[in-house]
């Protein structure tokens, strides 16, 4: 369908003058592939075991509120999308629909936050783990949400919203351990952008780490995350998965994340307008679109494996 022009807005918007979501795309082609000579790229596998979950590529559907403001089925055809393609859904907790009628038969992931009262996340995070939630991200790099066109806590505006609602602004790195006990899944973090933060999150029990900058939608200016990734990588060193997202729209900006240090992508609004344009077809395409780009780029590029990306697969323009 055409989304209005309030939905467009509100899924492409980033924060401010936009200049972390502009320059998003652009920071993944300021680097460059050395390919190799000589490999056996005649069968290319872009297989993955992440927690347990067999992907068909490192590209995971990324948290995005209000599917249904895309297609009427929203998460539900999101879900059937993401099933097809063998990959998993990272659902939102401002998800447009109650989970229970989400076809999540595939593993799949939870985002919370953690409000100012923990009841509340409490009380969603059981209800995730009860309906399979394989593991719950934390979104860590949103203190406070910003004012939107279109209010993502339903009919609420945040205006309106009641203070229980409102993210902890205080929320200390012991909120990770609390999110482990609760639900018995590991806990992701998103919005790293620092090594030292990666570090801190990994003391504190974390799972995994996700750089992000949200989008480009909380901090304009916040470093983009093609920049990010290597240091923060380099500093968890392997001791737990390293994911990241932002601005990748193809094959490229994929083996590029990977070269950098990530164990997996995640992308958000190519999969909106993918569900606004095709439904859950559309989603499947999206995400088959980003496997077959990624293997073509890996034979190029003479990797045939995900083991065999490394660091030397890429080399920066400047
Ligand atoms: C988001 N994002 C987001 N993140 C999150 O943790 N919880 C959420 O509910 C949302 N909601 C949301 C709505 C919309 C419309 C957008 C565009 C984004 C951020 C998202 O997970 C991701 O970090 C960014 O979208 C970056 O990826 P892309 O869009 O550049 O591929």
Redesign the pocket.
Known sequence: MALPAAVYA???DGAGEQIS?DE?TAAWRDWRFVPRLFRDVSRISTELELFGARLAAPVLV?????HTLAHPEGEAATARGVEAAGSLF?L???SGRPLEEIPLTRPWWF?A?VLRDRSITEQNVRRAVAAGARAI?L?AD?PYVLKRAVP?AGELGPANRPPGLEQDPALGPDAISWLAEISGRPVVV?GVLRPEDAVRCVEAGAAGVIV????G?QLDRALSTARALGPVAEAVGGRVPVLV????HNGADVLTALALGATAV?????V?WALATGGAEGVRECLDFYGRELSQVMAQAGLATLDEVDSSAVTPVT
Do not use: W
């Open positions: 509100y899924y492409r979501r998003a990324g948290p995005t509120a209000l990272v939102s907790s401002r985002q936050y991200v979104t949103a993502e998103k992000s900058n949200h989008g939608r997202d932002g601005g990748i995640l992308i958000g609004r190519p909106l």
